[in-house]
């Protein structure tokens, strides 16, 4: 009789362990940033511009959509941060036991998240 | 002993190294930006233009901008060679973002020394 085995090559099926979910986001949001670098220059030069284009940037850096999509990018930017410092610690070998590399992915997440919150909340 | 012959170009640890080094770079830039940001007195238009006209501050951006153009195209190129199989289709996107990395650094200068 033939094994059937559980194959779930199907991508809502698999259960990502947590290394890998940090590791699918660091890539994730490097890409974002990549993508988002057109609109990242055009704000930072708006708000060197000039004193009246400056006034102009922070009324467009504050409308809520834009706040959303800069705490969005904030959050990339610093996932991709500690990700790439575990990353890091992993080349030298700290770090690569299970147990230790499941402890710093929750690191990871948690630290990156909360930064962007003190972040959020101060930009606000 | 077998000797083996390392097939395709030899980029790959030259590259990694790269990686790693402007990612080293850029964590150090972000904490410098991060203590200038909050040594501002106010956030207002003279004291943001003058932070970004200090020389120290004009030499540190560039080269962080310089680190992350290089980073980026690493990390980009990675993407596609993981998911774009047609070699065209891949080269005509390396391409892009090539230009694309050469406007960004272009531009960067541009707003730095307020062309």
């Known amino acids: 009789m033939p094994r059937t ?3 779930h090559l199907d991508l809502t099926k698999i259960r990502l362990p947590l290394p890998a979910l940090v590791s699918i986001l660091h890539r994730v949001s490097g890409a974002a940033l990549f993508l988002c670098m057109p609109f990242l220059l055009w704000l930072w030069q708006e708000s060197l511009a000039s004193q009246q284009r400056f006034e102009q940037f922070k009324g467009v850096a504050s409308l809520w959509a834009v706040k959303l999509v800069l705490i969005g ?5 610093l996932h991709h941060l500690c990700a790439g410092i575990r990353h890091l610690a992993l080349d030298l070998d700290i770090g690569t036991e299970l147990a230790a590399a499941r402890a710093s992915s929750w690191a990871v997440l948690v630290v990156s998240l909360g930064l962007t919150l003190v972040a959020g909340v101060m930009i606000w | 002993m077998v000797k083996r012959e390392v097939i395709g170009a030899h980029y790959g640890l030259r590259d990694w190294l790269a990686q790693r080094v402007t990612a080293v770079v850029m964590a150090v830039y972000t904490l ?3 203590v200038a940001l909050l040594g501002l007195p106010r956030l207002d238009f003279q ?3 003058a932070l970004w006209e200090l ?8 080269l962080f901008a310089s680190c992350l153009l290089l980073h980026a195209w690493v990390g980009v190129r990675n993407i596609f060679m993981d998911y774009i199989k047609p070699t065209g289709l891949r080269l005509t996107l390396y391409a892009l973002v090539i230009l694309a990395l050469i406007w960004f650094g272009v531009w960067t200068v541009q707003i730095l020394w307020g062309v």
């Open chain 1, 5 to 7: 085995r559980p194959k």
């Open chain 1, 73 to 77: 990018l904030l959050w990339a930017y």
């Open chain 2, 32 to 34: 410098l930006l991060i």
């Open chain 2, 47 to 49: 004291h943001w233009k």
């Open chain 2, 55 to 62: 020389p120290l501050m004009r030499f540190a951006t560039v």
